[in-house]
């Protein structure tokens, strides 16, 4: 009963490192999201997928790379990171006409 | 655009307190309406739903009604816990590509339940 997992919780990186921040879903779910969540800014949509091979920009894209090669895996890749990425990170995955399942987060550090 | 309003926290009860966060939306279509809840260092999880107006969800005590006319969708509980404290969101779904549902959010109302 896995759900939806994130890895790493934790992670700090220097500026300019590049990772990729990995969520992966057992429930068939054809939409995935990730978001951050700031404090007072509430969450925040970074990219989502419609299914396999569909992928699109939400509200704050830029700094980060998505690909949805699978059903269950919707990697976030930092390209390079900045400190105005320090955040939470979630990864999300819904079926049609259902709720939003999420996973722990992934809290980063850019320093 | 859709969106969400929902009040600035932080909310601070007492224990068997009434609590009510209040949720607004503009939609232009017919929108779900959700509640969900952070517990500290977790993840988010649907508190309730309601899927057209007058609906009402409810789960844990928790109760929200699906207002058109007011366009309002407040969470209210009748006497908290301790164990409420947490962040509370109110989200209205909105329709991309079809069926596949995309979230708007409010920011989020931290309540915190003093014994």
């Known amino acids: 009963n896995a759900g939806v997992t994130q890895t790493p919780k934790f992670q700090v990186l220097k500026t300019g490192q590049s990772m990729t921040l990995q969520c992966a879903q057992d429930m068939n779910h054809e939409y995935m999201s990730w978001y951050r969540q700031d404090p007072g800014m509430g969450l925040r949509l970074i990219h989502y997928?419609?299914?396999?091979?569909?992928?699109d920009q939400g509200e704050v894209p830029n700094g980060y790379n998505v690909s949805r090669s699978t059903t269950e895996d919707f990697p976030l890749r930092l390209l390079s990171a900045a400190p105005s990425q320090t955040s939470v990170y979630f990864c999300?995955?819904?079926?049609?006409?259902?709720?939003?399942?999420f996973g722990q987060g992934t809290r980063l550090t850019v320093v | 655009g859709d969106s969400v309003t929902q009040m600035e926290g932080p909310v601070t009860l007492s224990e068997e307190a009434f609590l009510t966060i209040n949720c607004t939306y503009t939609a232009t279509g017919y929108p779900s309406l959700f509640w969900y809840v952070q517990y500290p260092g977790e993840g988010l999880q649907l508190l309730l739903k309601a899927t057209k107006a007058d609906d009402k969800g409810s789960n844990k005590g928790f109760e929200a009604t699906y207002r058109k006319e007011t366009t309002s969708f407040h969470l209210e509980k009748g006497s908290v816990q301790v164990s409420d404290s947490a962040v509370y969101f109110c989200?209205?779904?909105?329709?991309?590509?079809?069926?596949?549902?995309?979230?708007?959010w409010g920011l989020g109302t931290s309540l915190a339940v003093n014994p």
């Open positions: 989200a209205l779904s909105d329709q991309v590509l079809g069926n596949n549902r995309k979230l708007i």
């Open positions: 997928s419609v299914g396999a091979g569909i992928t």
């Open positions: 999300a995955s819904s079926s049609r006409q259902r709720e939003a399942f």
